[in-house]
């Protein structure tokens, strides 16, 4: 069993930035691929960044230039770095992590966007 907690969410002006944490109750290297994926009011969840066990990272095109996925392992944490933050970034941020043992993901947290 692993559990996911979010936090670094909030309000912030257009063209801030903000970073996100999440920390994972056991070692994410058990991880295949961790991510952050967000949900804007309305709309479908959907794929903000990839980082996988080898440290490669994909994103939407959407988020490409703008946010970085990164990890610390000896933290069991997983971070998503955002900047040049739009009115349409704003949404619940969720992480997730795929390994052996299922699918997780966390509770999720808000992020706002001031235009």
């Known amino acids: 069993q692993v559990q996911l907690v979010e936090s670094g969410g909030g309000l912030v002006q257009s063209g801030g930035s903000l970073r996100l944490s999440c920390v994972a109750s056991r070692s994410i290297l058990s991880m295949y691929q961790m991510g952050w994926y967000r949900q804007a009011p309305g709309k479908q969840r959907e794929l903000a960044a990839l980082?996988?066990?080898?440290?490669?990272?994909n994103y939407a095109d959407s988020t490409k230039g703008r946010f970085t996925i990164s990890r610390d392992n000896a933290k069991n944490t997983v971070y998503l770095q955002m900047n040049s933050l739009k009115a349409e970034d704003t949404g619940v941020y969720y992480c997730?992590?795929?390994?052996?043992?299922?699918?997780?993901w966390g509770q999720g947290t808000q992020v706002t966007v001031s235009s």
């Open positions: 980082i996988n066990s080898g440290g490669s990272t």
């Open positions: 997730r992590g795929i390994g052996l043992q299922g699918d997780y």
